[in-house]
T-cell receptor
Framework: EAQVTQNPRYLITVTGKKLTVTCSQNMNHEYMSWYRQDPGLGLRQIYYSMNVEVTDKGDVPEGYKVSRKEKRNFPLILESPSPNQTSLYFC????????????FGEGSRLTVL | EDQVTQSPEALRLQEGESSSLNCSYTVSGLRGLFWYRQDPGKGPEFLFTLYSAGEEKEKERLKATLTKKESFLHITAPKPEDSATYLCAVQGVISSGSARQLTFGSGTQLTVLP
């Protein structure tokens, strides 16, 4: 089954404690992206990757890091989480040549106390 | 900067009561306009891509249309299972011809009552 898998789905942590949200896709997609979704603000892009070892900032990259060492994986790293990073996070992927359909994971709800 | 505004924020319909959701956009050169459906606790699911004014796409009870300034998602005779948040997104074009990243609207939360 074609899917984008995120872990963890739910996480409560404290300010300053480093965490990583993993994302893996099994569709051999070149493009992967991270979004955060907040009430009234819609989906906002954090980082994206056009292919292995190629990453770029989205609209709200501050406080986040990413890496793309393998085609299927695109982890999101919060080095020192703060309460304003409490949000619902989505990973998404697609083929590079087709800009239409993004496949989304089921989301990771993060709470930073 | 690309912008997307969706209205209304929330819509409640009786089963069978047709209506439309609006997506207004400003973009520097439209590469595509996209509609997604999002169920509670789930990631968005792709519905349609529209590329140029006048284009229409249909899927079951849903029909998406596009003008140069807005898109409508028409829902004909909706059923309770159509209840979801519907997201609109646009992709503009940079001066070099490359595509921008998607810009999403905040969505319309649709509730269809039995």
């Amino acid at each position: 089954e074609a899917q984008v898998t995120q872990n963890p789905r739910y996480l409560i942590t404290v300010t300053g404690k480093k965490l990583t949200v993993t994302c893996s896709q099994n569709m051999n997609h070149e493009y992967m992206s991270w979004y955060r979704q907040d009430p009234g603000l819609g989906l906002r892009q954090i980082y994206y990757s056009m292919n292995v070892e190629v990453t770029d900032k989205g609209d709200v990259p501050e406080g986040y890091k990413v890496s793309r060492k393998e085609k299927r994986n695109f982890p999101l790293i919060l080095e020192s989480p703060s309460p304003n990073q409490t949000s619902l996070y989505f990973c998404a992927s697609r083929w590079t040549g087709y800009t239409g359909e993004l496949f989304f994971g089921e989301g990771s709800r993060l709470t930073v106390l | 900067e690309d912008q997307v505004t969706q209205s209304p924020e929330a819509l409640r319909l009786q089963e069978g009561e047709s209506s439309s959701l609006n997506c207004s956009y400003t973009v520097s050169g439209l590469r595509g306009l996209f509609w997604y459906r999002q169920d509670p606790g789930k990631g968005p699911e792709f519905l349609f891509t529209l590329y140029s004014a006048g284009e229409e796409k249909e899927k079951e009870r849903l029909k998406a249309t596009l003008t140069k300034k807005e898109s409508f998602l028409h829902i004909t005779a909706p059923k309770p299972e159509d209840s979801a948040t519907y997201l609109c997104a646009v992709q503009g074009v940079i001066s070099s011809g490359s595509a921008r990243q998607l810009t999403f609207g905040s969505g319309t939360q649709l509730t269809v009552l039995p």
